[in-house]
């Protein structure tokens, strides 16, 4: 009679196991075992509470293990037949493609106040679009709308077109050398804080470069690399840009007639060869004094016009001559007086390239300290790629 009871509870255990538990139905048949083991356990002297107590341990454990398995499959099952989704960086990069440049406004209509320009070829980020027909963007400092018909977005390939790609050199001297490997012959140097316009990056760890002496490779270990576009203009930097270049004629005025006045009280000769003084202070003076020094040498660091230059510090040299300092960078004189285009390029503008500077003459020429081969010399202005040009006078 007792026996019969046991048993008994242990199936009435069992079932109240069965019915609470989640899984019931996948486990029923380990469950229902448990009046067994109460069972074996009476027999054997043990208490029955004890083994339902193992039972239930034993099954808990047994169906944590099958839970954990059955999860990972599902996962594995899971990442089998999912397919990544890869978003190009450019995805939300819009491009303005207009004549002139966009207005961009403070709300999604034409009525509402303009807070900037988005100039044609400029870039903006895309952070929503309005239902009726609008994008708002964020290009530099400017946060406003623009038409969703002057710009395109998702065209990694004109994203790709009108932006630039940089190695900004981050050691104090780096080689630049001819094949992608520290074993090659090195093509020419370049100093800290220089960049250079990147034009492949399929070898891992090197990045190919275009350089006065032509294409060659640099370890990515000492470089920065980075993606530039040309910004929206805020109506406060159009202002402050205009201002302040109106501010830089005045002071290279007055500062060349200061370098003329001292110039011409002056009787000592730098060099054995006489040169002109700076003439007035505007394009054309710069690119005729510039011309003088064509034949002298290209020194690498030097910023001597009759000793030797590289192509920054002749630029500088020059310049300084009328009272105007510039960086003896070249990345650094992109920044400089203000931005023309090439078309409008006047005599004594700045023509930046990849890691290198000139001075434009006028003709489709530019004065440059090229090379430690070639020295100071003419070049056609397209002879390389020009990435801007900057106007100082």
């Known amino acids: 009679m007792k026996k019969g009871m046991v048993r008994v509870t242990g199936c009435l255990l069992a079932g109240a196991l069965l019915v609470s538990w989640p899984c019931a139905q996948i486990y029923a048949n380990p469950l229902a075992g448990a009046a067994d083991v109460t069972e074996i356990a009476f027999e054997t002297g043990k208490s029955p509470m004890a083994g339902v107590s193992e039972a239930i341990g034993q099954v808990l454990q047994e169906s944590s293990e099958k839970a954990v398995l059955l999860a990972a499959q599902e996962k594995e099952q899971v990442s089998e037949n999912e397919t990544p989704v890869v978003t190009s960086e450019y995805s939300d990069i819009a491009i303005a493609q207009v004549d002139n440049y966009v207005n961009v406004r403070s709300e999604a209509n034409t009525e509402s106040e303009v807070v900037g320009k988005l100039y044609n070829n400029s870039a903006a980020t895309v952070l929503e679009t309005t239902d009726n ?91 920065i690399m980075s993606t530039e576009f040309v910004h929206a203009e805020s109506k406060a930097e159009e202002e402050a840009r205009l201002a302040k270049e109106e501010e830089e004629r005045r002071r290279a005025d007055a500062a060349a007639n200061a370098a003329r006045k001292k110039n011409e009280s002056s009787s000592s000769a730098k060099s054995s060869q006489s040169y002109s003084a700076p003439g007035s202070s505007n394009g054309q003076a710069v690119a005729a004094y510039a011309s003088q020094f064509i034949g002298n040498p290209y020194v690498y660091g030097g910023t001597s016009l009759t000793s030797g230059a590289d192509c920054s510090g002749f630029v500088m040299s020059v310049y300084a001559a009328f009272g105007i300092g510039l960086p003896h960078s070249s990345s650094g004189m992109r920044g400089c007086g203000y931005e023309v285009s090439l078309s409008e390029a006047q005599p004594g503008d700045i023509v930046c390239y990849s890691g290198h500077v000139g001075i434009y003459v006028g003709g489709g020429t530019i004065v440059h300290a090229s090379t430690p081969e070639s020295g100071i010399k003419y070049s056609s202005v397209n002879y390389r790629t020009p990435i801007c040009v900057r106007r100082i006078f």
């Open 133 to 223: 027909g609008w994008y708002r963007i964020k290009s530099g400092s400017v946060d406003g709308y623009v038409k969703c018909e002057y710009v395109v977005t998702g065209d990694e390939e004109l994203a790709k077109k009108v932006s630039t790609r940089y190695a900004k050199v981050n050691t104090t001297t780096l080689y630049v050398r001819t094949e992608p490997s520290t074993d090659a012959s090195i093509l020419t140097m370049v100093p800290i804080e220089d960049d250079l316009v990147v034009l492949d990056e399929s070898v891992e760890g090197w990045a190919k470069v275009t350089t006065e002496e032509g294409e060659g490779y640099v370890s990515k270990d000492y470089v």
